[in-house]
Nanobody, 122 residues
């Protein structure tokens, strides 16, 4: 069983910053891609940023230049540094890991965190 625990959400004024963290625990052989997604009220969940085990990153166009994703493989943790926040960044933010739990099959499975609320006031 794998669990993901997010932290760092909250209320911030426009232009401010927040740093989200997500740490994995449980029966883990290795973690491949890590990512952050968000879902605003009445909207579908959307990709924010991803990072591979080797450190290659991708970003949604709406957050490029403002958000930075990073990871600490030893700590099984992914971070999302969010700067210059805008009201439209308000959403529940979810982390997602692709985890290999079986050394012999090496198949990966997706695991999600429970979500953390980010609210940006204007």
């Amino acid at each position: 069983q794998v669990q993901l625990r997010e932290s760092g959400g909250g209320l911030v004024q426009a232009g401010g910053s927040l740093r989200l963290s997500c740490v994995a625990s449980g029966s883990i052989f290795c973690i491949n891609a890590m990512g952050w997604y968000r879902q605003a009220p009445g909207k579908q969940r959307e990709l924010v940023a991803t990072i591979t085990r080797g450190g290659t990153t991708t970003y949604a166009d709406s957050v490029k230049g403002r958000f930075t994703i990073s990871r600490d493989n030893a700590k099984k943790t992914v971070y999302l540094q969010m700067n210059s926040l805008k009201p439209e960044d308000t959403a529940v933010y979810y982390c997602k890991f692709l985890v290999v739990t079986d050394l012999y099959s090496l198949s990966e499975n997706p695991y999600w965190g429970q979500g953390t609320q980010v609210t940006v006031s204007s």
